[in-house]
């Protein structure tokens, strides 16, 4: 089984949590263009990341574009179209799980909420996957990390 995500999916959230702090954080510059975002994890945490970002404004998901100066945005399918949402930038900063240096994504302030109190921390798995890690900074919610994959890919209507 080398693909990761399955190995992934075969973990439970806190095997994922034990997996992603074994892991490095990517070198700054390192991730840029399109990158395919896939949900990982137990079955149960599948079903309900789907229904709860639609709550949330991100509903048909697909990944994320990122640019050479370290922006990115979310990119989601919505009837038929590729839309761009909810603007980010890299930080460096330690992580929230294992309190290491590291590299995340910070949602900008101008955001809806909750975006604008998320963070997803990241961690490479290999040259073509990094795993992401979700956290909300709200209070005792800042300890639930939700696992996704992001894989490198050429183009955007690769995410359709």
Do not use: C
């Not at 892991?23 to 840029?32: F, I, N, V, Y």
């Not at 009837?79 to 309190?99: A, C, I, N, T, W």
């Not at 302030?109 to 963070?119: D, E, K, R, T």
């Not at 956290?135 to 050429?154: D, N, T, W, Y």
């Amino acid at each position: 089984m080398n693909n990761p995500i399955e190995r992934l999916d075969q973990l439970s959230l806190g095997e994922l949590r034990q997996y992603f702090i074994s892991l490095k954080p990517p070198e700054p510059g390192s991730m840029q263009g399109i990158m395919r975002g896939y949900f990982v994890g137990p079955g149960w945490l599948k079903k309900l990341w789907g229904p709860t970002l639609a709550i949330f404004g991100l509903g048909g998901w697909r990944g994320k574009e990122i640019d050479l100066q370290g922006k990115a945005v979310n990119i989601v399918l919505r009837k038929g179209s590729l839309e761009r949402r909810f603007p980010m930038y890299f930080v460096q900063e330690d992580s929230h799980l294992d309190k290491k240096p590291g590299l995340a994504f910070r949602y900008q302030s101008g955001n809806p909420f909750p975006w604008n109190l998320i963070v997803d921390e990241l961690r490479r798995i290999d040259e073509q996957h990094v795993m992401g890690m979700t956290l909300a900074e709200i209070g005792p919610l800042s300890r639930l990390a939700f696992p996704f994959v992001l894989q490198q890919k050429g183009s955007l209507d690769e995410l359709r």
